[in-house]
């Protein structure tokens, strides 16, 4: 069973930063681009971040371009989003998600996890 | 950037109503439209890839069509079960983006 679980979210001052990791099992994570999705209180979904499965591909919005990195690790079957200059539009529930391959040109997400509530406040 | 526009904003229907939402994308994406559902407290699920291509464990009452800028996500036969938000996603180019979502309610 395919499973993504989130972790690092919390309360933080703007300015600061905060690390989120994504544990994944249940498939072979090294083949598998990964994603990062946010979505604010009470709105709908953004697109953060993507990654290709051997990192050879990565892409940003425009919103968290030159603060937030994407990484990964495929010896830990990890995902990670290190996020930095940190502002209250920031402020959301952080979804991992999997793109159904590795293959660079596959961008949907065919599994969630459960999300990671990230607060920007002072 | 793509911009997805889906209407409606929020639709109140009767259980075994037909339901129909549809996604007007802002430049030709081909087939290449997602649809996913959001149920409250919940994690987005992958409802529909590529503007019609089912997926397993689906139940057969959601359907999706379309080309290029015009799609439609239907739910024939609601349930009670179906009350969510609908979103579609396209995947042509990035920014990967998401139409701003359909609340489903059951009367």
Redesign the interface.
Same mark, same amino acid.
């Given at each position: 069973e395919v499973q993504l679980v989130e972790s690092g979210g919390g309360l933080v001052k703007p300015g600061g930063s905060l690390r989120l990791s994504c544990a994944a099992s249940g498939f072979t994570f090294s083949s598998y681009s990964m994603n990062w999705v946010r979505q604010a209180p009470g709105k709908g979904l953004e697109w953060v971040s993507s990654i290709s499965s051997s990192s050879s591909y990565i892409y940003y919005a425009d919103s968290v371009k030159g603060r937030f990195t994407i990484s990964r690790d495929n010896a830990k079957n990890s995902l990670y989003l290190q996020m930095n200059s940190l502002r209250a539009e920031d402020t959301a529930v952080y979804y991992c998600a999997r793109a159904p391959s590795g293959d660079y040109k596959e961008w949907y997400f065919d599994y969630w996890g459960q999300g990671t509530l990230v607060t920007v406040s002072s | 950037e793509i911009v997805l526009t889906q209407s409606p904003d929020f639709q109140s229907v009767t259980p075994k109503e037909k339901v129909t939402i549809t996604c007007r994308a802002s430049q030709s994406i081909g087939s290449s439209l =997602?649809w &996913?559902q959001?149920k409250p407290d919940q994690? /987005? !699920? %992958?409802l529909i !890839?590529y503007a019609s291509q089912s997926?397993s464990g689906v139940p057969s009452r959601f359907s999706g069509s379309g080309s290029g800028t015009d799609f439609t996500l239907t739910i024939n036969s609601l349930e009670a079960e179906d009350a969510a938000t609908y &979103?579609c =996603?396209q995947?042509s180019s +990035? /920014? %990967?983006? +998401? #139409? #701003? #979502?359909t609340k489903v309610e059951i009367k």
């Open positions: - | =997602h &996913y959001q994690s /987005p !699920k %992958l !890839k997926i &979103y =996603h995947s +990035f /920014p %990967l983006t +998401f #139409g #701003g #979502g």
